[in-house]
């Protein structure tokens, strides 16, 4: 769960964001543009970050803000789940990433594990919505949605990891690698495991 600071600094960022997007009287839109630079401040005192890298997250003229998308893919194999090694910070992680602009959440899902670990494969269950800052994922100056998928592999040809990661390997759930936390956490892979198990169980969402 993330500091409660954050979170209001960030809902603070967001509004101001989208009153920016909105207002049309230049009084209101100095005031949204003062309670954009304090949020920043904040964020960047809360994280020890300079204030630059905040607003370079940030980002400008986004419109009505809304949480970014991130799709994650669990594919299961003979007791073992497919993980992809990052080159950001040398750290595993299930493949996955932003989703695009065009494509299904399912169909940025494929995308992303055939770009990184060279595998086809089908979306056959959404597994568990979460949001990013209700978890235990670092904090993060950006508000996420992560979807997570259960896939299916629909052929046996050899991993090919991408350009995008140094690696691509299947993992065990006892002997799991160092994973990049702000992208997975091991519970993400528990109800991989689990929803693999039981096919049934109803999906997670916060």
């Not at 904040?42 to 400008?60: F, K, Q, R, T, Y």
């Not at 695009?100 to 089908?122: C, Q, R, Y």
């Amino acid at each position: 769960m993330e500091d409660q600071w954050l979170a209001w600094a960030k809902r603070l960022a967001a509004l101001a964001d989208t009153g920016l997007h909105y207002c049309r009287d230049k009084f209101d839109r100095e005031r949204y543009e003062e309670v954009a630079e304090i949020s920043a401040s904040m964020m960047s005192a809360l994280g020890d970050i300079p204030i630059g890298h905040v607003n370079l997250a940030l980002g400008e003229g986004k419109g009505h803000v809304t949480p970014k998308i991130d799709v994650r893919a669990a594919i299961i194999d003979d007791g073992r789940i497919l993980l992809v090694r990052e080159k950001m910070d040398g750290r595993w992680t299930m493949p996955g990433g932003y989703a695009e602009v065009g494509l299904s959440a399912a169909e940025n899902t494929i995308k992303e594990v055939w770009e990184e670990a060279g595998v086809k494969v089908e979306a056959k269950r959404l597994y568990a919505v979460r949001h990013k800052a209700k978890h235990a994922y670092p904090a993060d100056v950006l508000d996420f949605y992560k979807l997570f998928f259960l896939c299916e592999r629909l052929d046996a040809a050899p991993l090919d990891p991408g350009h995008e990661v140094h690696d691509a390997a299947y993992f065990s759930p006892t002997a799991l690698p160092p994973l990049s936390e702000p992208r997975v956490i091991a519970r993400d892979i528990e109800d991989a495991f689990a929803f693999h198990a039981q096919p049934q169980r109803p999906t997670i969402i916060d």
